[in-house]
């Protein structure tokens, strides 16, 4: 049974409000991309806001959370200026048990990726849907690419067990990332059984630019959960 929009979006806030007690004055900040992101985002601006931080300088991974983070007064900057940031706060689409990642279903997997290596600590918020026992049970996996030859991959993407559909936007044209590339998403009927192994080889396919894999980092996980979990 399907949960009412208002309790998912509570265990949402719920998660990212969790996280952003972690974020202290003077902190350089990872801002990320996606619905439970924007909690967060949102959070941190109220806290500037009323003066319970200060200080806070946020990098954003898309042009969307730049947009957002403007509006609530955040300072921004860039990775130029900043090569490492003190932690970066970002949703996932699912989270296995040791805490790696499917993310991408906002498009900003390429940047999000980025600030998450640049980022000393990394914390993913979540509600608890996103929990599965292995990635690509429920959720497809984003893998961008460059326009120029990106139906070559449809095949190799088959061998490893995926069918691929190419995104599209509300007007049905092919959804473009903020650097311009496209996005595959790839359903693993049976979830990904060898993560690494279809990471090694997708990276090494010239045309691919990054897949929504995030493996091996570590997150500090927060989960809104519901009132009687």
């Not at 991309?33 to 898309?62: H, K, Q, W, Y």
């Not at 947009?67 to 940031?85: D, R, Y």
């Not at 970066?88 to 940047?111: F, M, Q, S, W, Y």
């Not at 590339?181 to 990904?192: E, Q, S």
């Amino acid at each position: 049974m399907s949960r009412p929009l208002d309790e998912v979006a509570e265990q949402k806030r719920r998660a990212a409000h969790s996280a952003v007690e972690r974020v202290r004055s003077g902190m350089v900040v990872g801002l990320g991309t996606g619905s439970t992101a924007r909690f967060a985002v949102e959070e941190i601006g109220r806290r500037l806001g009323n003066g319970e931080l200060s200080d806070i300088v946020g990098i954003p991974t898309s042009t969307q959370t730049r947009q957002l983070a403007e509006s609530l007064g955040i300072p921004l900057s860039s990775l130029e200026q900043h090569t490492v940031l003190d932690l970066a706060i970002d949703g996932a689409d699912e989270i296995d048990p040791e805490g790696n990642l499917i993310k991408g279903g906002g498009g900003a997997l390429l940047r999000e990726k980025i600030v998450a290596s640049a980022s000393r600590r990394l914390l993913i918020v979540a509600d608890e849907s996103k929990l599965v026992t292995r990635l690509g049970e429920s959720y497809p996996l984003p893998v961008e690419v460059l326009e120029f030859g990106w139906k070559t991959h449809e095949g190799p993407l088959r061998e490893l067990g995926a069918e691929s559909v190419l995104r599209s936007d509300a007007a049905g044209r092919p959804y473009r990332t903020d650097s311009g590339h496209y996005i595959l998403d790839c359903r693993f009927h049976d979830g990904i059984t060898d993560p690494e192994f279809v990471e090694q080889t997708l990276a090494r396919r010239p045309g691919v630019i990054e897949t929504g894999l995030f493996l091996g980092m570590s997150p500090e996980v927060f989960v809104g959960r519901g009132e009687s979990s």
